[in-house]
């Protein structure tokens, strides 16, 4: 099964790297295996430090920011703070839990990457998710992916979640989908 969820992973200089991932887990969340593009600044991320904390949210507008680049530039979130034990922690986030790398295979363009599950960090309580929300999820993998998609399909599933976004947004969803159509535009 894949999660979807954000990942923080440390820069060489210390600072903080925010991104969209989907790791496949067991049912029993002991078990990721994440797959990261060796292009990529998480894999580079991933392989200088061995480590990662991947991020349970509520929040469609924060996973619009990850994969928009734009989470570590957020003003009001995502605050986060570092733990010399197992990494950067989202403020924002329901629960944070600290993956260790414990194998590489780097054979392919996507490296495979097993991780084990340090113990779970809670860091604020479920809102939930509504149909807002979860279309900003559907749309932040389809950014992450518009790169291999053509526009009239992108165009077309913006305009199907424009309808749910417009019927149960609150503001924070409504900036998301404003950051998601501004995306479109460049």
Do not use: Y
Request: glycine share 6%; aromatic share 6%.
């Amino acid at each position: 099964m894949v999660i979807e969820g954000i990942i923080t992973t440390e820069e060489s200089d210390g600072s903080m790297h925010v991104a969209p991932i989907g790791p496949h887990v067991n049912p029993d969340l002991t078990e990721w295996t994440l797959k990261p593009f060796q292009t990529s600044h998480t894999f580079a991320c991933l392989q200088a430090t061995g480590r990662g904390v991947f991020h349970v949210v509520d929040d469609g507008l924060l996973m619009i920011q990850s994969v928009l680049g734009l989470a570590n530039q957020a003003s009001s979130r995502p605050v986060a703070t570092f733990r010399p034990e197992c990494g950067w922690i989202l403020a924002a986030a329901v629960r944070a839990i600290p993956l260790q790398v414990t194998r590489w295979d780097c054979s392919s363009e996507r490296a495979i990457a097993q991780c084990s599950a340090d113990s779970w960090i809670e860091v604020c309580p479920f809102w939930g998710w509504n149909r807002a929300r979860n279309s900003l999820l559907e749309l932040a993998v389809l950014l992450s992916r518009r790169h291999m998609l053509d526009r009239a399909v992108i165009d077309e599933a913006v305009a199907h979640h424009r309808v749910i976004i417009e019927k149960t947004a609150g503001p924070r969803e409504r900036e998301a989908f404003d950051l998601v159509e501004q995306s479109l535009l460049h």
